[in-house]
């Protein structure tokens, strides 16, 4: 629970446990050593709380313009009104109409329309497509990643053990093996022993009726089936009965190097076979982070797994950085470190553990099918589980940035060009003016323009 991995931890006597962890077999007595706000669960809950509250509020140029807008644009009307008046013999109401004018087409909602117009309609084109924008700054700043933080179980991988291999010794039929394997297996609780019986009836094989069935913490299963004694578990399950397991010995070190769990299966004292699982990566996990480095995001794992099981994962995955062993302060740790490098770091996550990270980063990316504290601490929540929707996210950010820039120019420049018209600077020259009510018209016009052009957007989402 607290390091998001997908297979228990054994504990021995005098080892520390985590309070609202499952014990998955036997009876356990346990002292209590923390308590309240000491509690691992309690501090991680103030990691996040802290990270949030550091998180500095984005300031868009939009609002430090809108500041000094209004009132240089009253300046300017007053500035028109005196000029015509005091220094031409236009008389006051002509002076007073290019003032009005100047008031009129300045266009401040045009500016303040082109920021949440876009994220507006960004936001939605998200939601249609399984991408819940929780706050719509974090579609803005999505676009400025430039590296991502990977967790592997559950986010990288489908979070679950799956039987990959079995591999039966020479002259046993490999049915017959997994028919044996899984009539051990079948009365036990651990994830390894569920995803065995899972495999199995996928491939039409139910588990048998077995007797004098023994569990051991550690070491593995003991049963009679058919009457035959089997035992399935680990290498040192084997060696205590007796069981020789040279003949598959140089295929479980290759297992053991790609990551994989491994149970030994044995009927009597005679080697029967080998059974490996993995937690296997996601189907597009490997699209997904090669179409990120083709944005020019790199991905660096991070996990609370074996270093083996990392370094096999991401190869799988194509990443080329992982950092393995470490707990939920070390991950909030690694995204400070990434950001004191100057980098703008995203935080993909689906546990409790990767909350504090996900809180801290410029971005925390939460999978919808983890849990509620990732969920309720990230920016955007991808409903799909799916990584790809982390690359429709970057590309649908910088697709509304891209947007929100165009409406600030068109903004600037229709107020750039608009004002000097309605000041009556082409009147000189071409006896030119314009009248309040047509500059009403022209900034009404601005408006909508900002509006369409953010409302462009859904053509981005089509091709999504």
């Known amino acids: 629970m607290v390091t998001g991995e997908s297979l228990p931890v054994e504990k021995k006597a005098g080892t520390g446990v985590t309070g609202a962890t499952i014990n998955t077999s036997g009876v356990i007595r346990v002292r209590a050593t923390r ?42 009307a007053l500035l028109t ?26 266009c401040p909602c045009a500016m303040g329309l082109a920021t949440p117009t876009a994220i507006m309609v960004g936001s939605g084109i998200g939601l249609t497509r399984g991408i819940l924008i929780k706050r719509g700054s974090a579609l803005e700043q ?13 986010t990288i991988t489908l979070g ?35 995803a065995v019986v899972e495999s199995a009836a996928k491939r ?23 009457g035959v004694r089997l035992l399935a578990g680990n290498s040192r399950l084997m060696k205590e009965a007796g069981v020789n ?26 080697l029967v076979g080998l059974a490996a699982l993995a937690d296997p990566i996601k189907e597009t996990s490997a699209r997904a982070i090669a179409d990120l480095k083709l944005l020019g995001i790199p991905c660096t794992m991070i996990t609370g797994d074996h270093r083996d099981v990392a370094a096999a994962i991401a190869r799988q995955a194509g990443i080329d950085g992982f950092e393995a062993e470490v ?11 990434y950001q004191k490098k100057g980098l703008f770091v995203g935080m993909v996550g689906d546990g409790i553990n990767d909350a504090p990270a996900l809180a801290r980063a410029d971005v925390g990316i939460a999978i919808g099918g983890g849990t509620d504290v990732a969920k309720e601490t990230g920016d955007i929540i991808l409903v799909r589980d799916d990584l790809m929707d982390v690359v429709r996210a970057v ?70």
């Not at 984005?58 to 009253?74: E, K, M």
């Not at 009104?81 to 300045?106: D, E, N, P, Q, R």
């Open 204 to 226: 039409g094989v139910t588990p048998g009726v077995v007797e004098e069935y023994e569990e051991r913490g550690g070491f593995g299963i003991s049963c009679l089936y058919n």
């Open 395 to 464: 590309k649908l950010g910088r697709a509304t940035l891209s947007k929100v820039k165009q409406n600030l120019f068109w903004a600037l420049f229709y107020n750039v060009l608009g004002i000097p018209i309605a000041a009556g600077l082409l009147y000189p020259t071409f006896g030119i003016t314009l009248k309040p009510e047509f500059a009403g018209l022209a900034m009404a016009f601005s408006s909508v323009s900002v509006v369409s052009n953010s409302l462009l957007l859904r053509r981005v989402g089509r091709r999504l």
């Open 142 to 154: 999505i676009a400025y990643l430039n590296t991502l933080l990977l967790d592997k179980t559950g």
């Open 160 to 194: 679950k053990p799956v039987l990959t291999t079995l591999l039966a010794v020479k002259g046993v039929d490999e049915l017959r093996l997994l028919e044996c394997l899984v009539a051990a297996e079948s009365q036990s609780l651990h994830p390894l022993a569920r």
């Open 245 to 270: 397991i040279d003949p598959l010995a140089e295929n479980a070190e290759r297992l053991a190097r790609e990551g994989k769990s491994l149970i030994w299966i044995a009927a009597g004292r005679a």
């Open 327 to 337: 707990l939920p302060d070390r991950k909030q740790q690694v995204v400070q470190e």
């Open 35 to 76: 308590v309240g706000e000491a509690t691992l669960l309690s501090q991680i809950v103030k990691m996040v709380q802290e990270a949030q509250a550091d998180k500095a509020p984005i300031q868009r140029f939009a609002d430090r313009v809108s500041a000094r807008f209004v009132p240089a644009v009253l300046g300017l």
């Open 81 to 106: 009104f005196s000029g015509w008046y005091l220094f031409t013999g236009h008389g006051f109401l002509f002076a007073f109409k290019l003032a009005i004018a100047v008031v009129v087409i300045a």
